[in-house]
């Protein structure tokens, strides 16, 4: 994609150029492809039409071929990324999760992105290729996982509202509808239910429950637990830490098939057997991990929603 501004720029000193003569600079004939390639461009950002006919680059592109330090050409790659209509979508999507197995990953480009089954190779080919260019994944133990970066267009108040918005349109929620989190109790885990996990299910919508707080009293504790699993529509499961409690309770709301959003600040506090499931990881040595937790738990409460099977266990044996 950066061969065609960059044809522009040492070509014809940066200026706007025809069609015809941007496929000159590139060496090719206007024709189907070539179009298609400049059609790329203008959708990563790095090409704008200021008239009918006529082509030009961009700030961005510019800042990405002559930029002034390594960060300010990062931090445009990263902005190109996300300018890409299918790219950015399925990067929101999955930003602070690992990449699906594939089985999983293309039944979700086919289904929640409408992208063509027979499109889905040259796809995934692209969007793991632009993310590494701008380094928005990491790679380990042959799993990838998509970064969440502090940049504007992902973090910012709006843009989280607009997507819980979105979402939120596609489900049906019922007042009394009900978020079950389980986590421990004792702090610092604790205090993560009011700050974030409480305001991010009354965000989605649905009323946020946890035991200590809404459903402890006299009695059997086990008994108000299953009985507040068994009537939440959705649960949260805040992972860090191997709570013995947290993983009891997510035993029984997987036994229930509920669907689930896991959460950890860490992998190796997730269970392999449950880590085909989607799952949040929030680094708190990042100074916005809670702001983009929260938008991030809203967004997987209303996606579980809308499609369970993605946060519903299922194992070899059914």
């Known amino acids: 994609m950066l061969r065609v501004p960059k044809a522009i720029l040492d070509q014809n000193a940066g200026k706007e150029c025809s069609e015809a003569e941007l496929a000159k600079f590139l060496g090719l004939k206007l024709t189907g492809p070539t179009r298609v390639e400049f059609s790329s461009a203008l959708k990563f950002g790095l090409l704008e039409r200021p008239s009918a006919g006529r082509i030009r680059m961009t700030e961005l592109a510019r800042q990405i071929l002559r930029p002034q330090d390594p960060k300010e050409e990062l931090d445009s790659l990263r902005q190109a990324a996300l300018k890409a209509p299918d790219i950015g979508d399925v990067y929101r999507h999955y930003r602070g999760e690992n990449l699906p197995d594939e089985q999983f990953f293309d039944n979700a480009l086919v289904d929640t992105f409408k992208l063509p089954q027979t499109k889905l190779s040259e796809f995934k080919a692209i969007f793991l290729d632009t993310l590494r260019k701008a380094q928005l994944v990491e790679e380990h133990d042959g799993k990838i996982r998509i970064l969440d970066v502090a940049a504007p267009e992902v973090t910012s108040p709006q843009a989280a509202a607009e997507a819980i918005k979105k979402l939120g349109k596609s489900v049906t929620i019922a007042p009394t ?27 989605a919508g649905l009323k946020a429950v946890r035991a200590d707080d809404d459903i402890f009293a006299t009695g059997k504790i086990i008994d108000q637990v299953w009985t507040g699993i068994r009537a939440a529509r959705v649960l949260v499961a805040e992972l860090t830490s191997r709570n013995p409690n ?7 709301a997987h036994a229930l098939k509920k669907p689930v959003v896991l959460v950890s600040s860490n ?4 269970p392999f057997d449950v880590r085909h499931i989607r799952v949040i990881y ?8 809670g702001e983009k937790l929260m938008a991030k738990v809203a967004e997987n409460v209303l996606s579980a929603l809308k499609n369970p099977a993605e946060a519903t266990f299922t194992s070899a044996y059914e």
């Open 246 to 252: 947290v993983f009891y309770e997510l035993g029984l």
């Open 177 to 203: 509808d009900s978020c079950f989190v389980m986590m421990p109790f004792a702090s610092p885990l604790g205090d993560h239910y009011g700050l974030i996990y409480e305001p991010a299910i009354k965000n």
């Open 267 to 270: 992998e190796a506090d997730v």
């Open 282 to 289: 929030y680094d708190v040595n990042d100074p916005f991990w």
